[in-house]
C-alpha cells in the first residue's frame, strides 16, 4: 500500500520533517535485521485522535527488545508520550503508527554489543491491511509451502524486523498465486498464524486459536477479541489447529491491528462459509471498541492530548 508523507517522523526525541528522517546505509540493522516494531492504530473520536491500546503496544516492543537482548534507551511512558505527539504532529484523525528501535550506524559484524540503539515513530493514513470491506467480502488463504520458524531459530514472540522476511516470502508466494493471504504451519505441521494476523476458526461453536506454542505472535488485536468474547458470551479457546480443521470450518477470521477483523471465504480453494455470525458480531463490536464507543473497553483507547 503506497504511504503519504505526513509532516514529521520522531526520531531520538527530535520531529524531523519526514523527509529528513534518514538512516546512513551502514545502519545495523539494515544488514542483520536486528530491530524490533510495532503497528498500532489510532482512531478518530469525538475527543480527537485516539490511540488503541497504545501503552500495550509499547510495552510489547520493551519485552520484544529483551528478547534481543536490546536496551531501548527510553522508558514505556516516553514512548507513548511521544507517540501521541507524533500522531498530533500529523494533523491527522486516524492513523496507522510504526514504532521501531534498531541498532543504528557506528558499528558492523553481528556483535550487537557495542552498537547504539536508535528509536523512530512514524505515522501516516493507511486503510484495513486485507481491504477495507475485508470483513464482509471475504479474503482467500493458501498454504504456504514456507514454515513458520521455530522457538529456538527466530524467536516468534519478538516481533522483530528479521523475522518478517519469513512472513514476506509466505505473503508474496501467496499474492503471486492469486490468494489474499498466507496461513503459515509451523515444524510439527499444525496452524501457526497467517503472515500478519492470528487466525480463529468456529466448529461446533466453539472458536479456536492457535497459541502461543504453535508460533503466533501474541497478538494485542487477538486478546482484544478475546476479552470482547467473554463480554459477549461467545466460547473462544486457545487450542492447536491442524490444516484439516480449517478446510471444515463453520466459519473463519483472521485479526491484527493493520487487518482488524477480516472474515475468511476459502483455504486452498476449499470454501468456508462466511461472514459467519461470530464473525460479524466480533467484527462489528470491534469497530465500536476501537473507537472509544464501548463504555467497558474505553480505558483501552488513549486521547493525544
Not at 39 to 52: L, N, Q, S
Not at 87 to 93: E, F, I, K, Q, T
Not at 238 to 244: H, N
Not at 282 to 287: K, S
Amino acid at each position: 500500500m503506497p504511504i503519504t508523507p505526513t509532516p514529521t517522523i520522531w526520531m531520538n526525541g527530535e520531529q524531523v520533517p519526514w523527509a529528513d528522517a534518514n538512516v546512513h546505509v551502514l545502519t545495523h540493522t539494515l544488514h542483520y535485521g536486528t530491530g524490533v516494531f510495532e503497528g498500532i492504530r489510532a482512531y478518530e473520536t469525538a475527543d480527537g485522535p485516539g490511540v488503541f491500546r497504545l501503552s500495550d503496544h509499547i510495552e510489547r516492543l520493551f519485552r520484544s527488545a529483551a528478547i534481543l537482548g536490546m536496551t531501548i534507551p527510553y522508558s514505556v511512558a516516553d514512548i507513548v508520550q511521544a507517540t501521541k505527539e507524533t500522531v498530533l504532529a500529523s494533523g491527522l484523525p486516524a492513523c496507522y503508527i510504526r514504532p521501531i528501535a534498531y541498532y543504528g550506524f557506528g558499528e558492523m559484524g553481528l556483535n550487537t554489543i557495542p552498537c547504539s540503539v536508535d528509536v523512530a515513530i512514524a505515522c501516516w493514513p493507511w486503510g484495513a491491511y486485507l481491504g477495507d470491506d475485508a470483513l464482509t467480502r471475504g479474503v482467500r488463504l493458501k498454504v504456504s509451502s514456507w514454515m513458520r520458524h521455530d522457538h529456538n531459530t527466530m524467536p516468534p514472540a519478538a516481533k522483530t524486523t528479521g523475522n518478517y522476511v519469513n512472513s514476506s516470502l509466505a505473503k508474496v508466494e501467496a499474492l503471486n498465486a492469486g490468494y489474499d493471504e498466507a496461513v503459515m504451519l509451523n515444524q510439527q505441521g499444525l496452524v501457526s498464524e497467517c503472515t500478519g494476523e492470528n487466525i480463529f476458526v468456529s466448529r461446533g461453536g466453539r472458536v479456536i486459536t492457535p497459541p502461543l506454542s504453535s508460533g503466533a505472535l501474541e497478538g494485542i488485536t487477538q486478546d482484544t477479541v478475546m476479552t470482547m468474547a467473554r463480554s459477549m458470551d461467545i466460547d473462544m479457546v486457545f487450542g492447536e489447529l491442524t490444516r484439516s480443521d480449517l478446510y471444515v470450518a463453520d466459519e473463519m477470521f483472521v485479526v491484527g491491528t493493520a487487518a482488524e477483523v477480516s472474515s475468511v471465504s476459502s483455504v486452498d480453494d476449499r470454501p468456508i462459509p462466511f461472514p459467519g455470525s461470530v464473525t460479524m458480531a466480533i467484527g462489528t463490536e470491534y469497530a465500536k471498541v476501537v473507537r472509544g464507543q464501548v463504555a467497558q473497553f474505553r480505558h483501552w483507547v488513549e486521547l493525544c492530548q
